[in-house]
């Protein structure tokens, strides 16, 4: 383990040398921070991908924010290098579209059937509502929900992490949190994003931005979420489902994607 003034040193010295052995080095001091951040995607992915698997995906995501982080800057290398790590990882479960195909087409319909109810009823549709419109029942529109909660889990980073020409990033839970606190990662140049996004946000009830802080920023499990709640797990991730295809149905029509 690395002393402060060691590991600002090897910091240095790759920075001027871009030597492999200090860049090696930065690679395993900060190794355990990707099995952190693989060990949070596992929850909610099938078990039949090796959580191994995962963390060498995200060893490239580290080894890109290793090569692109400024020292200079008045932030944590940790803070940069999260988003790079699980961008990596999913990234990777992207190629591999592990998803069925059944359970995309589905989570379409309901992506799209909240807002169109939405639109018409000018609120939140219910979930009885959005089943009747499917023509299917409550018990089924919740089993689909459980579904696409394990097996369409990136989705909600399809949503909410966008990049800038700066290589930085901005989360949906920073537009959650104080938005008064200055923090350089959550900068975007496209305004029109960062409305959309505001907009969609503010369409949540209390509840359901709680869930994404809790999952998506303090990291806590499903089950975790449920007892802060007082909610049964299985409800968090229908809750979690719901909100994700919301968020996805807001910014394909706010982007005119339906249209």
Do not use: C
């Not at 191994?52 to 020292?71: T, V």
């Not at 579209?97 to 939405?118: C, F, G, M, N």
């Amino acid at each position: 383990m690395f002393k402060t003034s060691h590991l600002e040193q090897v910091w240095k010295n790759y920075r001027e040398t871009k030597d492999l052995k200090f860049r090696d080095d930065l690679l395993l001091f900060y190794a355990p921070l990707v099995k952190y951040v693989a060990g949070k995607i596992s929850i909610g992915l099938p078990k039949s991908i090796d959580i191994s698997d995962l963390i060498s995906y995200g060893i490239f995501g580290l080894i890109d924010a290793i090569e692109k982080f400024d020292i200079d800057r008045k932030i944590k290398f940790e803070t940069y290098a999260i988003p790079r790590i699980k961008g990596a990882i999913y990234d990777e479960l992207r190629n591999q579209d592990w998803i069925p195909r059944s359970i995309r087409t589905r989570a379409k319909q309901i992506e799209k059937t909240y807002v169109e109810l939405e639109n018409r009823l000018q609120r939140v549709p219910s979930e009885n509502e959005v089943a009747k419109e499917l023509n299917i029942t409550l018990e089924q529109m919740e089993d689909v929900l459980s579904q696409i909660n394990s097996s369409f889990v990136i989705a909600f980073e399809d949503v909410v992490n966008i990049s800038n020409s700066r290589d930085e990033s901005m989360q949906v839970v920073n537009m959650i949190k104080d938005e008064s606190q200055d923090d350089p990662l959550t900068s975007i140049e496209s305004e029109e994003v960062r409305n959309f996004l505001k907009v969609a946000i503010s369409k949540l009830n209390d509840k359901e931005k709680s869930i994404i802080s809790l999952y998506y920023h303090e990291g806590l499990t499903l089950k975790e979420i449920g007892d802060v709640l007082g909610i049964t797990e299985s409800r968090v991730s229908q809750i979690h489902s719901k909100l994700i295809l919301r968020l996805r149905g807001y910014l394909n029509e706010m982007s005119g994607s339906y249209i």
